[in-house]
């Protein structure tokens, strides 16, 4: 398992760009894929985006529909770190943010250590 830790969320204006970091500590980070996902008030948790693992899904990559074209997720192996690039921010994308390890590259399955999020919010 790995400890992951999120940071870079803030406060933007509609239309705005942000990019969320998660930082990760343990063994084989490479094996494990990663996710995003994010919890808006009063909602549940909801999958936002998904990269494979060192191995056939590597490189590949899956986004929520929300998302899709807006969003990009990204990994350094070497330096054990998940990316999230945001960019035409809207109200309804505010949340606080989580990465977390997952098993496949729609969400369905998640496992070990959620980190302690980071909070964004979108308004004008």
């Known amino acids: 398992q790995v400890q992951l830790v999120e940071s870079g969320g803030g406060l933007v204006q509609p239309g705005g760009s942000l990019n969320l970091s998660c930082a990760a500590s343990?063994?084989?980070?490479?094996?494990?894929?990663m996710g995003w996902y994010r919890q808006a008030p009063g909602h549940g948790r909801e999958w936002v985006a998904a990269?494979?693992?060192?191995?056939?899904?590597?490189?590949?990559?899956g986004y929520a529909d929300s998302v899709k074209n807006r969003f990009i997720i990204s990994r350094d192996n070497a330096k054990m770190m998940v990316y999230l690039r945001m960019k035409d921010l809207k109200p309804e994308d505010t949340a606080v943010y989580y990465c977390?390890?997952?098993?496949?590259?729609?969400?369905?399955?998640?496992?070990?250590?959620w980190g302690p999020g980071t909070q964004v919010s979108v308004e004008a």
């Open positions: 990269i494979g693992a060192r191995g056939s899904l590597e490189g590949k990559t």
């Open positions: 977390v390890s997952v098993g496949d590259l729609r969400g369905t399955t998640t496992f070990g250590n």
């Open positions: 343990g063994r084989y980070f490479e094996t494990y894929g």
